[in-house]
Every structure is written in structure tokens, then in C-alpha cells.
């Protein structure tokens, strides 16, 4: 295998630029004077197109650029631009999207630099400011470096193969043009002349079917072979999740339903069935046996010691322990956290909140339990971690477990202190714990991390509420929001825990509103190392005087590979004092001090009590059980969509020529491929007759009018039937008449 030359910084010139204002030269972007307030190109107007055009010396795979800044955050440093680039200043492809950061560091960039994993140069480099920090203010460059390969060698064939491609996309863009006209001839010759494919065999095997003969039943027949090759899985893997919510009823061990216990019979600890209400417990699953474990927790008065186990194949609670303190265990507490190692089979827990009341030296002492399940016995680690070299005695921290090499990886919390009365507590400034390593063999701590705010790039700032997961197959931390005294913290970083470094993935100061997770929401988030994603659910306000208002849920998908947030579904709808019942059958009621697990080998998370925030019952917490899969479109599912659009067209052309055949097949045929519980399919369907009144010319698609109304229609249709298959098989994605402006 060839080795790819490293990448080195790019020569090039200011080639054209949009404007510029007084001493604010182009050229001033070519020398790097960070301390320099004039050392800037800064365009003439914030008023598009605003641009720089860069020529490179010689073509080159361009593979990142460098901005360079001034020494103090600016308020013309651009919060947005892209990046194009291409052969020629007249044709480019888009390179990147994004922002800077305000303030005096440098950004790197990655651009795109392959089509297909296969590398591409450019000449020209056009950079395109879209905003500026300050709002109304012209845009500012202080300095570029492009960096990439020059090598000829290298670069000299990626050429090659460019211009071949571009031909080639060329000529299939006029075979693609050509068969849907109808000109079989200039296709057929085109064809011939230069042996390029439109597309994958298969596909031209279905355009022969559908759109020449008309034979609708071996299309059919084509589409069920192509979904069970899972030819459809891309497409299937680029559709939005669809949240489905289930309220989970379990089973009683006396043979009665849970539906069947009068709640007025239940006691704060819960019936003997299942666990009661409660807010600030801790549940761990384990996703070999389907169990989830339950302990702890506050019910409105009290501290919880209870110990529970859930299991999903009998959808049954059994009671562990009633008061695991009676049993060598932790004793009752909330705000504390728990961590499973699944193939050990053993549950670590750490920390507690304590009231003001009750803190003393002895009593401020953070324990450290295991607890064995095969032995069903607790083991007492530690009496005080912080005097084994651990952390304080802290709540409202997050814990992971690292099973492959046995550790665990405590971050954050507040640390509890001996302050007398709440009023001192207030006054005095809180602490908060830093980054610990425990590792279970030799059963030791190590400090990774202090607290701190953030002064280096290798510093964390710790927090209390956040989320941290990890990331069992790049083995990286991610910690994400959270809360720092009045603060609500929205930076994003992750900490390769083999490799002792912090990256920082954002700093929470770019206002992506609506394209992140909003702070000041509780949060709960999980982890599926497989699909590569990150999943937060995000509930009640955790301000008090904004929660009547701000009540609602949204889940949210954080796509590691591609960096991107993406909002599967919000939820605004105002609930009052009292929910509507509707709303609570079909999703959980928004809260805080609930807990989310999640087994990713099935694909489910599992949601347990909490406290609603309701201001006349300060003490209500709530005992309602969850389950929540993410669902995407299936192949049954498409299969019967794709059915559906064959046979809808089949009954249009039917309609045309033989309105009573037609009509019989809506009724015994088409019917069969709708989805009738879907209003808007069931609506279509219901509307579909009125073809039967419709003239021929209602048919013809735009930009059909030069072709034979059938054959417009049946290519309308196989251009709908080619979208759910790879990009890979399919006829080049843009049309021929595209590329004309007026």
C-alpha cells in the first residue's frame, strides 16, 4: 500500500476578492500578526456575497485550513462562513461549513478533500463570511494557512482520475436526461459509444419493467427481492428515529396485575410488588439477563434503603433487600450513583446528599460499596475514599465502569461540607470534586483531574447534574451540561482515558439555539458504542420560578462520527397541575430526579420515577415505569410503502382507459397496501377516486411535456422507487436542465 506524503503548509496568493475597507488589505491574511489590530483583510460591507478567492501555486489535495487571530476576542472575527474549492474559479465544490470560535486561538479545519475515498485537488480556494460575532459589523480575516500535499506525484493522478470522473458524472447526467425524454436513440448511441453505466443493472433490469413494458408485477417482485438484500438499509440508516413510549404494567408476584393494587394501599416504600414513588434513586441495567437494578432514593420525606430488580422476559419487580443497611450495605440515601461491571456481575454505589442537619466528620465519611449478584452479598470498599485517596463525600456526581480493564471513572459533584446552617453554606463559596480513577484489582484511587476552570487545554471545570458516558470501543469519556453553582454549562468534551487527554468538542459559546440541548433542563443520557450515538432525554426546568412554563420533553441524538446534534421529537405541550390523561398514556410527564437506562444490545431505554415539580405537592414524587425504543422505518414497512406507490399508479393509469377495472382494483388490490391507521395515508387513499374524473393532461408531470403522458408518469415513478436505493446503484442524483441559469 502506497504511503500518502504528510501534509505541509500550502504556498499560494490572494487571487480576487468581493471589497475591502481603508488599510484592511487582502493580502494582510498572507502574514500572521496575532498582536497587529491592522494585520486583517475586513470586507467593505457585511452585505453578500463577501469573499476572498485564494490560488494556490500549483494544484494540490487541500486537506485543512488555518485561521489566525488577533490577540483579543474581535467583534468582526466570522461566527460563520464555508469554504469552496475547485480546478477553476468558476466551478467549486463545497469544502466546509462552520464557525470560528470568539476568541485569540487558532482553528484548524478539515476540508473535504475526497469523493468517494477518492482524493481530489484544487487550484482555487474561496472563503465566503456569512456572519460576523457582532451583529451588523463587516467581516474580518487576520490570517490563512492552507495545509495539504503537493507532490506531483501524487497529486498528478488524483487529477486524472478528477477530470475522468467529472466526464464521466457528465456524460450520465445526459444518458439520465435522454432516457427520461424518451430519445432512446441519442441514449442508446451515447451509450454504446462511450460503455459508461447510467446505473447498477438491477435498476435498469426495473426501468425495463415499470416504464417500457408496464409490467407491474415484476416490479413488485424486484423491490421484495431488493429489500430482502437489504439494498434498503442505507436509506433506512439516514431516516429520523420516531420515539415510541410504552408505560410499562408489571406483574404482580400474587398472579394479580399491578392495574389490579389500589394506590391508596400503597405505602411510601411501594407495595410488595414493585418499587414505590421516589426521586434521586439509582437504577444500572444489566443487558446479558435483561435486569435492571434499582436502589435508594427520596420519597417526598424520607431516604430510601430498598434494593430492587427488574426483569424485562417476566416483566416482574423482586425485592432484593428492604433495607440493604440490615445486610452489610450502603445505608439509606439519595443523589448518590451506581455503576455495573456486566461480566463481573458485581454493582459499585458512591455518594449521598445530607442534609445541613445532619453533617458532621462522622457522618461526612463517602463510603464506597460493591455489591456481588451471583452472592447477592455487599462488600464494604471503603469506609472514606477521600482518605484512601478518592474523592469527598459528594452528590449529584456521574460514575462509569470500565470492564475491560476493570476501573471505574467518578467526575464531579458537589462535595458535602460541615457548614452549620444552610445560610453559611450559601455564603461560602461550594466545592466541587474533581476526575477520579478507581481501579477495582488493586483497589486503589488516582487523581486524573482537579477542578478547574478551564485555564489549559487539557483542564476539565467539574460540575454537578451533567451527563458522562463511556465509550466502550474508542474508550473516551463524554461529559456534556451540568451545573456550576448559578451557572448552566453547555461545553462538550471528551477524555481518552488510555491515552490521558482532553478534547474539547464544544465549548458552549457558539448560540447553535434549537440545534443542542438546551441548558437549565434536566438531563439523562446514554450511550450505544455500536450505532457510534449518544441519546439525552431532556425534561423539567431545573429553575424553579420558570418550571410551570418550561415543562416539556425532547430526546436528542448526538452523532459521534459526524459531530451533530439532531432532535428526534419536542414536546411542548403546557402541562397543567393536573396532566390530561391522554398526554400521560402516551409519554411520561416531563421531571427531574427520574432515572434512564439503557439495554443497547435491545435497542431500549427504561424510565423510572421522579419528581414532577409540582408546586402545591412539594413532596409528590411519582413510581411510573417506561420503556422507550427509537424506531426507524422498517423493510416491512418500506416494502408495503413501495407496494402502495406501484399499485397507486397502477390505478391511475387504470382509470385513464378502464374506470370499472380500475375502481374493483383500488378496492380489492391497492387497498391491501394501505396503512389505514395512518390518517394521512388513509386521507390519500380515500381521495384516490377523484382520478377517475380527472382529464389525461392533469397527468403529466412538470417537465414531461415533450413525452407521452404514460411514459412520463411510470419515469416520475421509478425516479421515486431509485431514492430508496444506494447511491452506489443509482443514476447521478441532479438533472441535466439544472445546470442552465437565467
Not at 398526554?583 to 427520574?594: G, I, K, S, V, Y
Amino acid at each position: 500500500m502506497a504511503v500518502v506524503p504528510e501534509s505541509r503548509v500550502l504556498t499560494f496568493s490572494v487571487f480576487k476578492w468581493s471589497s475591502y475597507s481603508s488599510t484592511y488589505l487582502p493580502e494582510n491574511i498572507l502574514v500572521d500578526k496575532p498582536n497587529d489590530q491592522s494585520s486583517r483583510w475586513s470586507s467593505e460591507s457585511n452585505y453578500p456575497p463577501q469573499f476572498l478567492i485564494l490560488k494556490l501555486e500549483r494544484p494540490a489535495i487541500v486537506q485543512s485550513i488555518t485561521f489566525g487571530k488577533y490577540e483579543k476576542t474581535h467583534v468582526c472575527n466570522l461566527k460563520k462562513f464555508k469554504v469552496f474549492g475547485g480546478m477553476s474559479e468558476e466551478n467549486m465544490t463545497e469544502l466546509l461549513s462552520s464557525g470560528l470560535k470568539n476568541d485569540y486561538n487558532k482553528e484548524t479545519f478539515t476540508l473535504k478533500h475526497k469523493i468517494d475515498e477518492q482524493m481530489f485537488p484544487c487550484r482555487f480556494v474561496k472563503i465566503v463570511p456569512l456572519m460576523s460575532w457582532g451583529p451588523s459589523f463587516n467581516f474580518s480575516i487576520w490570517y490563512i494557512e492552507l495545509h495539504g500535499i503537493e507532490d506531483p506525484d501524487v497529486v498528478q493522478p488524483c487529477l486524472n482520475w478528477y477530470s475522468k470522473y467529472r466526464e464521466q458524472e457528465a456524460i450520465r447526467l445526459c444518458l439520465k436526461h435522454f432516457r427520461q425524454h424518451n430519445y432512446t436513440e441519442a441514449f442508446e448511441s451515447l451509450q454504446k459509444k462511450t460503455r459508461i453505466a447510467l446505473e447498477h443493472p438491477m435498476l435498469t433490469h426495473l426501468h425495463d419493467r415499470l416504464v417500457l413494458q408496464g409490467d407491474f408485477d415484476a416490479c413488485e417482485e424486484l423491490i421484495d427481492k431488493a429489500v430482502r438484500d437489504g439494498l434498503f438499509n442505507q436509506y433506512i440508516s439516514q431516516q429520523e428515529y420516531k420515539p415510541r413510549w410504552s408505560q410499562i404494567i408489571p406483574k404482580c408476584n400474587k398472579g394479580t396485575s399491578a392495574q389490579e393494587v389500589n394506590r391508596d394501599d400503597m405505602n411510601s416504600d411501594g407495595d410488595d410488588n414493585r418499587p414505590g414513588m421516589r426521586g434521586g434513586h439509582q437504577m444500572v441495567i444489566d443487558v446479558q439477563t435483561e435486569t435492571v437494578y434499582l436502589f435508594g432514593g427520596w420519597d417526598g420525606t424520607q431516604d430510601l434503603a430498598d434494593f430492587w430488580a427488574y426483569s424485562v422476559q417476566e416483566n416482574q419487580w423482586s425485592c432484593i433487600s428492604r433495607d440493604t443497611e440490615k445486610e452489610s450495605g450502603p445505608s439509606a440515601r439519595s443523589c448518590h450513583k451506581m455503576c455495573i461491571d456486566s461480566q463481573r456481575r458485581q454493582i459499585y454505589t458512591l455518594g449521598r446528599y445530607l442534609d445541613s442537619s445532619v453533617r458532621n466528620s462522622k457522618s461526612l465519611k463517602s463510603d464506597f460499596y460493591r455489591y456481588d449478584i451471583d452472592a447477592n452479598t455487599w462488600t464494604l470498599l471503603s469506609e472514606d475514599t477521600s482518605a484512601d485517596g478518592g474523592p469527598k463525600l459528594v452528590f449529584d456526581h456521574q460514575m462509569c465502569m470500565d470492564s475491560e480493564k476493570h476501573m471505574i471513572y467518578t467526575f464531579g459533584g458537589r462535595i458535602l461540607t460541615c457548614n452549620g446552617s444552610v445560610e453559611d453554606s450559601r455564603t461560602s463559596e461550594p466545592q466541587f470534586s474533581g476526575l477520579y480513577a478507581y481501579h477495582c484489582q488493586a483497589g486503589t484511587w488516582s487523581l486524573l483531574r482537579e477542578d478547574s476552570c478551564n485555564a489549559g487545554p487539557e483542564d476539565v471545570q467539574s460540575r454537578i447534574g451533567h451527563c458522562m458516558l463511556f465509550h466502550t470501543r474508542n474508550r473516551c469519556l463524554y461529559v456534556f451540561g451540568g451545573q456550576r453553582s448559578k451557572t448552566y454549562l453547555n461545553d462538550f468534551f471528551s477524555y481518552d482515558v488510555d491515552g490521558d487527554h482532553v478534547e474539547i468538542i464544544s465549548d458552549g459559546t457558539k448560540k447553535d439555539s434549537g440545534m443542542v440541548p438546551m441548558t437549565g433542563f434536566t438531563q439523562r443520557a446514554t450511550i450505544d458504542p455500536e450505532l457510534n450515538e449518544i441519546h439525552v432525554l431532556s425534561g423539567l426546568s431545573k429553575d424553579k420560578d420558570k418550571r410551570e412554563e418550561n415543562v416539556r420533553n425532547s430526546f436528542w441524538i448526538y452523532d459521534i462520527a459526524r459531530n451533530n446534534w439532531s432532535c428526534v421529537y419536542k414536546n411542548d405541550q403546557a402541562v397543567k397541575e393536573n396532566p390530561s390523561k391522554a398526554l400521560q398514556e402516551e409519554e411520561p410527564c416531563p421531571r427531574f430526579a427520574h432515572q434512564l437506562v439503557y439495554d443497547e444490545m435491545h435497542k431500549v431505554h427504561y424510565l423510572f420515577g421522579g419528581n414532577p415539580g409540582k408546586s402545591c405537592s412539594p413532596k409528590m414524587r411519582l413510581d411510573d415505569f417506561w420503556s422507550l425504543k427509537l424506531c426507524r422505518p422498517s423493510k416491512e414497512y418500506l416494502l408495503r410503502h413501495c407496494r402502495y406507490l406501484i399499485r397507486k399508479y397502477r390505478f391511475e393509469e387504470k382509470a385513464q382507459s378502464e374506470p370499472l377495472s380500475a375502481l374493483k382494483y383500488l378496492q380489492n388490490d391497492l387497498s391491501l397496501t394501505v396503512d389505514h391507521t395512518d390518517p394521512d395515508e388513509t386521507k390519500e387513499f380515500q381521495l384516490l377516486p377523484s382520478a377517475l374524473f380527472k382529464s389525461s393532461s392533469d397527468f403529466i408531470p412538470l417537465g414531461f411535456s415533450d413525452v407521452d403522458q404514460t411514459y412520463a408518469q411510470r419515469t416520475k415513478l421509478f425516479d421515486t422507487l431509485v431514492n430508496f436505493f444506494p447511491d452506489s446503484m443509482t443514476p447521478p442524483k441532479g438533472n441535466l436542465v439544472d445546470l442552465i441559469t437565467l
